[in-house]
């Protein structure tokens, strides 16, 4: 599902402690540590992968026949369609996930 981790190093983004990322004076992890404390490691809404087309269908990828000729052949092919799409966009989980960067081990085998 592609989800991404943050670029900031050695910055929880749900740890209460802020003592630790005090010390390296990176003001912009500072502040993003301040308003993320009350975050919660769950996540319930994501980004969608499906696409509506011209007729409102909803589908990952979309495909149009097209009739080539070759050499007096009639061949049919597929064209993928990449124009005129809509993205879904933000979709709700049906029941929430533990975000990426959740610095907690959850199970030791």
């Known amino acids: 599902m592609g989800g991404s981790g943050s ?3 050695g910055v929880w ?3 209460g402690n802020s003592s630790d990322s005090g010390s390296d004076g990176n003001e912009q992890s500072l502040a993003r540590l ?3 404390r009350n975050a919660t490691p ?3 809404t994501r980004r969608s992968s499906l696409y509506y087309d011209e007729d409102g269908d909803l ?3 979309f495909y149009e026949e097209t009739v080539v000729t070759k050499n007096g052949r009639k061949r049919s092919k597929l064209k993928r369609i ?3 799409l809509i993205p879904q966009g933000i ?3 049906d029941h929430p996930c533990i975000h990426v960067d ?3 081990v959850l199970c030791e085998v």
């Open 7 to 9: 670029k900031a190093k």
């Open 13 to 15: 983004p749900f740890s």
């Open 34 to 36: 301040k308003g993320s």
């Open 42 to 44: 769950y996540v319930f």
């Open 59 to 61: 589908a990952h990828e």
């Open 82 to 84: 990449q124009k005129n």
């Open 91 to 93: 979709v709700k989980l």
């Open 102 to 104: 959740f610095p907690i």
